[in-house]
């Protein structure tokens, strides 16, 4: 494996494969790696000739108040998980290399941005869009791999690349979860025992949407009440958002007709802690 931290190097390395005809599969990262970010670089080896992982802690989607300083890093880890799993390089830029002095640019998916957990997480997929796009840029790759578990994301990336026309086709894998159900997060870390127990109630109140569901009921309202009812019987946990909405623009639904995205956002003591689900009707 070949780890590059500068830009120019970066291109050159894929031009150079591109010249050979192979395909680039891609999967940026944050580091601190776990099993979900492990399915998608499995899911490039399998789709791609060449794959490629980024790490790097964009400071430009994290707010005043959050936790960019102390966000879980281990880049010696993270060389030796991934140079066993078989990738080709890693690209690890500073935060020079992705934003040089004077820099002035940023991009915004109008309509988007500013729903679920852009709500309260301000200019945050501002700064993900942003990254991603120089990313793509740097490594032009035919495959981009992002996890179900930010969902927000990945809808908004996919409608980022068709609207500039960028020919990457970014696919959403499903989320890996602990085997009592929660979701595998960097964030998870930050958990003490007791709260890592509370934080089970995310993944319950999904699968309660889901039985809801399979029971008849489609009226997203009741299915939303009955999602917060059980997260609020548990002491540990404070709901910033739980909402059923419609999978391409992120709007609110009424009735679940065909599918519908369960999303919810809630902190657990201190941990601000994501996950959602794919409401189906069974025709």
């Given at each position: 494996m070949r780890t590059i931290n500068k830009a120019a190097e970066m291109q050159d390395a894929m031009n150079r494969e591109k010249s050979l005809g192979k395909t680039i599969g891609f999967v940026p990262t944050m580091g601190f790696l776990h099993q979900g970010h492990l399915s998608l670089?499995?899911?490039?080896?399998?789709?791609?000739?060449?794959?490629?992982?980024?790490?790097?802690v964009n400071p430009a989607q994290?707010?005043?108040?959050?936790d960019f300083k102390d966000?879980?890093?281990?880049?010696?880890?993270?060389?030796?998980?991934?140079?066993?799993?078989?990738?080709?390089?890693?690209?690890?830029?500073?935060?020079?290399?992705?934003?040089?002095?004077g820099y002035k640019t940023y991009v915004e998916v109008s309509g988007l941005k500013d729903k679920l957990c852009g709500r309260s997480r301000s200019g945050h997929f501002r700064g993900v869009c942003t990254v991603i796009l120089k990313l793509f840029n740097i490594v032009e790759p035919d495959f981009a791999f992002f996890g179900q578990k930010d969902a927000q994301q990945a809808i908004i990336l996919k409608r980022?690349?068709?609207d500039l026309n960028l020919k990457v086709?970014?696919?959403?894998?499903?989320?890996?979860?602990?085997?009592?159900?929660?979701?595998?997060?960097?964030?998870?870390?930050?958990?003490?025992?007791?709260?890592?127990?509370?934080?089970?109630?995310?993944s319950k109140s999904l699968d309660e949407a889901r039985q809801m569901v399979e029971n008849g009921e489609r009226d997203a309202g009741r299915i939303v009440n009955g999602m917060r009812e059980m997260i609020d019987r548990e002491p540990l946990a404070r709901i910033d958002y739980v909402e059923i909405v419609d999978m391409d623009n992120l709007d609110p639904v009424n009735n679940i007709e065909k599918e519908a995205l369960a999303a919810l956002a809630v902190f657990v003591g201190k941990v601000r802690l994501i996950d959602n689900t794919i409401l189906r009707v069974k025709e």
């Amino acid at each position: 494996m070949r780890t590059i931290n500068k830009a120019a190097e970066m291109q050159d390395a894929m031009n150079r494969e591109k010249s050979l005809g192979k395909t680039i599969g891609f999967v940026p990262t944050m580091g601190f790696l776990h099993q979900g970010h492990l399915s998608l670089v499995r899911e490039s080896l399998k789709k791609a000739e060449v794959t490629v992982v980024s790490i790097f802690v964009n400071p430009a989607q994290f707010g005043p108040q959050e936790d960019f300083k102390d966000y879980p890093r281990d880049i010696h880890r993270d060389f030796e998980i991934l140079e066993k799993e078989g990738v080709d390089y890693l690209f690890v830029p500073g935060d020079e290399e992705m934003y040089p002095e004077g820099y002035k640019t940023y991009v915004e998916v109008s309509g988007l941005k500013d729903k679920l957990c852009g709500r309260s997480r301000s200019g945050h997929f501002r700064g993900v869009c942003t990254v991603i796009l120089k990313l793509f840029n740097i490594v032009e790759p035919d495959f981009a791999f992002f996890g179900q578990k930010d969902a927000q994301q990945a809808i908004i990336l996919k409608r980022m690349t068709a609207d500039l026309n960028l020919k990457v086709k970014v696919e959403a894998l499903p989320i890996v979860r602990e085997e009592d159900g929660l979701a595998l997060s960097s964030r998870n870390t930050y958990l003490s025992q007791e709260e890592r127990r509370a934080a089970l109630v995310l993944s319950k109140s999904l699968d309660e949407a889901r039985q809801m569901v399979e029971n008849g009921e489609r009226d997203a309202g009741r299915i939303v009440n009955g999602m917060r009812e059980m997260i609020d019987r548990e002491p540990l946990a404070r709901i910033d958002y739980v909402e059923i909405v419609d999978m391409d623009n992120l709007d609110p639904v009424n009735n679940i007709e065909k599918e519908a995205l369960a999303a919810l956002a809630v902190f657990v003591g201190k941990v601000r802690l994501i996950d959602n689900t794919i409401l189906r009707v069974k025709e």
